[in-house]
């Protein structure tokens, strides 16, 4: 946790406002990060894309892979990111650094309770899961199906200690190391193609998947020490600040269902496609659209929450309009030249990340159909994930949760 300047009565004083000059070098180091580790998110489907192109284990493997990452974005996702920092902020603004700790201790473990019951929950239910999700595969592609998804099952675990780090982190002003952890997970899987994958086939490349979202825990530790936080443990859902995080994360819940519910409507109906590839079509051309965007959306809006949230607990209403508006007209400056780039040469970029081995011709173009019409989306996901920030700093999760109904 940051060392912030402390008042008289021990609370801590408001941060002093980022200069222009000092967030973009900060937005450009994070997207920088970003795009490593976002690149080699692709390079990491590349290499099941040649091993295993769009047959069975690659469909089974990216099932398995989603069910889990579903289950916990409709749960606790962006509930966490959205809730948990202006609850946090607030107390390093009124209470102090070591009620702020308290908190944090509390949120915690709370967050790694819940989680630890969904990944139990997910272990024992995996072939339900499965019917859920791809009701249209064929008993084989359906077992060993379960069977990875009861290996991977517990990343949602690692997943919900790993946000609630890096809500803390960036609280207190380090964004680099957040940034840094999906490379750090992508370079395990990575290492495991390159040098296990003949050995231990499908099911060790489960285990390295969730060994690399374990290293997302472990990897920020020595962060959050540098930063003065300590962990406390304390279970207690009636405490003040979990109860204003509850109070603002089921809207922020509720709203984010949107994605994690269209992703499952996809992989569902998909399963009946191209005998199943359809499945492995859609994760392909979702992730390469994420990856594209989110390397300058995701970047821009982790910098400025924080920011965001420290001027709303301050009063400061004419810092947010002015950091909402230099941050929107700065994202649609990238993004729409960029949709329209990705929907110009879909196929091309399919082909030039995917193509060789066992992915051909034919999984291009269907890959590349997909892609372009999810590229249609673009505008509105920036869009959608700037507003919301400023909605959520102000810890308003009821105007979102509209938004996301309708």
Same mark, same amino acid.
């Given at each position: 946790?940051?060392?912030?300047?402390?008042?008289?009565?021990?609370?801590?004083?408001?941060?002093?406002?980022?200069?222009?000059?000092?967030? *973009?070098?900060?937005?450009?180091?994070?997207?920088?990060?970003?795009?490593?580790?976002?690149?080699?998110?692709?390079?990491?489907?590349?290499?099941?894309?040649?091993?295993?192109?769009?047959?069975?284990?690659?469909?089974?493997?990216?099932?398995?892979?989603?069910?889990?990452?579903?289950?916990?974005?409709?749960?606790?996702?962006?509930?966490?990111?959205?809730?948990? &920092?202006?609850?946090?902020?607030?107390?390093?603004?009124?209470?102090?650094?070591?009620?702020?700790?308290?908190?944090?201790?509390?949120?915690?473990? *709370?967050?790694?309770?819940?989680?630890?019951?969904?990944?139990?929950? /997910?272990?024992?239910?995996?072939?339900?899961?499965?019917?859920?999700?791809?009701? =249209?595969?064929?008993? =084989?592609?359906?077992?060993?199906?379960?069977?990875?998804?009861?290996?991977?099952?517990?990343?949602?675990?690692?997943? /919900?200690?790993?946000?609630?780090?890096?809500?803390?982190?960036?609280?207190?002003?380090?964004?680099?190391?957040?940034?840094?952890?999906?490379?750090?997970?992508?370079?395990?899987?990575?290492?495991?193609?390159?040098?296990?994958?003949?050995?231990?086939?499908?099911?060790?490349?489960?285990?390295?998947?969730?060994?690399?979202?374990?290293?997302?825990?472990?990897?920020?530790?020595?962060?959050?020490?540098?930063?003065?936080?300590?962990?406390?443990?304390?279970?207690?859902?009636?405490?003040?600040?979990?109860?204003?995080?509850?109070?603002?994360?089921?809207?922020?819940?509720?709203?984010?269902?949107?994605?994690?519910?269209?992703?499952?409507?996809?992989?569902?109906?998909?399963?009946?496609?191209?005998?199943?590839?359809?499945?492995?079509?859609?994760?392909?051309?979702?992730?390469?659209?994420?990856?594209?965007?989110?390397?300058?959306?995701?970047?821009?809006?982790?910098?400025?929450?924080?920011?965001?949230?420290?001027?709303?607990?301050?009063?400061?209403?004419?810092?947010?309009?002015?950091?909402?508006?230099?941050?929107?007209?700065?994202?649609?400056?990238?993004?729409?030249?960029?949709?329209? /780039?990705?929907?110009?040469?879909?196929?091309?970029?399919?082909?030039? &990340?995917?193509?060789?081995?066992?992915?051909?011709?034919?999984?291009?173009?269907?890959?590349?159909?997909?892609?372009?019409?999810?590229?249609?989306?673009?505008?509105?996901?920036?869009?959608?994930?700037?507003?919301?920030?400023?909605?959520?700093?102000?810890?308003?999760?009821?105007?979102?949760?509209?938004?996301?109904?309708?």
């Amino acid at each position: 946790m940051s060392q912030e300047p402390q008042s008289r009565d021990g609370r801590a004083e408001a941060m002093e406002p980022q200069s222009h000059d000092s967030q *973009v070098k900060t937005i450009s180091f994070v997207m920088i990060i970003t795009l490593i580790g976002k690149l080699l998110g692709l390079y990491r489907d590349r290499l099941l894309a040649v091993t295993y192109g769009t047959g069975m284990y690659a469909n089974a493997f990216s099932t398995a892979s989603r069910i889990p990452r579903v289950f916990f974005d409709v749960l606790f996702a962006s509930a966490i990111a959205a809730s948990f &920092i202006p609850v946090y902020s607030e107390y390093q603004k009124k209470k102090g650094n070591q009620e702020a700790q308290k908190f944090a201790g509390n949120f915690i473990t *709370v967050i790694g309770a819940l989680t630890l019951i969904l990944s139990v929950a /997910g272990i024992l239910f995996a072939d339900q899961m499965v019917t859920l999700f791809a009701p =249209e595969y064929d008993a =084989e592609t359906a077992s060993l199906c379960a069977a990875l998804t009861r290996i991977v099952f517990p990343t949602a675990f690692f997943t /919900g200690i790993a946000y609630s780090f890096v809500g803390i982190l960036q609280a207190s002003g380090e964004f680099n190391v957040p940034a840094l952890i999906s490379a750090i997970s992508n370079v395990i899987i990575i290492v495991y193609y390159i040098f296990f994958s003949d050995r231990f086939g499908i099911y060790g490349l489960a285990v390295a998947f969730l060994l690399g979202w374990a290293m997302q825990v472990f990897v920020q530790i020595p962060s959050l020490r540098k930063k003065g936080f300590s962990y406390r443990p304390s279970l207690s859902f009636r405490s003040e600040g979990i109860k204003k995080v509850m109070k603002l994360m089921v809207p922020v819940m509720v709203s984010t269902w949107v994605q994690p519910i269209v992703l499952m409507i996809n992989s569902r109906y998909a399963s009946g496609l191209h005998g199943g590839s359809g499945v492995t079509v859609i994760d392909y051309s979702t992730n390469l659209y994420l990856t594209i965007a989110g390397v300058f959306i995701l970047s821009i809006t982790n910098v400025i929450f924080p920011r965001l949230s420290q001027l709303s607990a301050s009063g400061d209403e004419r810092g947010i309009a002015e950091t909402v508006r230099t941050t929107t007209h700065s994202s649609l400056f990238f993004i729409i030249p960029m949709m329209l /780039g990705m929907m110009a040469l879909s196929y091309p970029l399919i082909d030039l &990340i995917y193509g060789g081995g066992q992915f051909g011709a034919e999984d291009a173009a269907l890959t590349a159909r997909a892609m372009f019409f999810t590229s249609l989306g673009m505008v509105g996901y920036a869009l959608q994930n700037i507003l919301c920030r400023v909605y959520y700093a102000r810890q308003d999760g009821r105007t979102p949760l509209i938004a996301g109904a309708v």
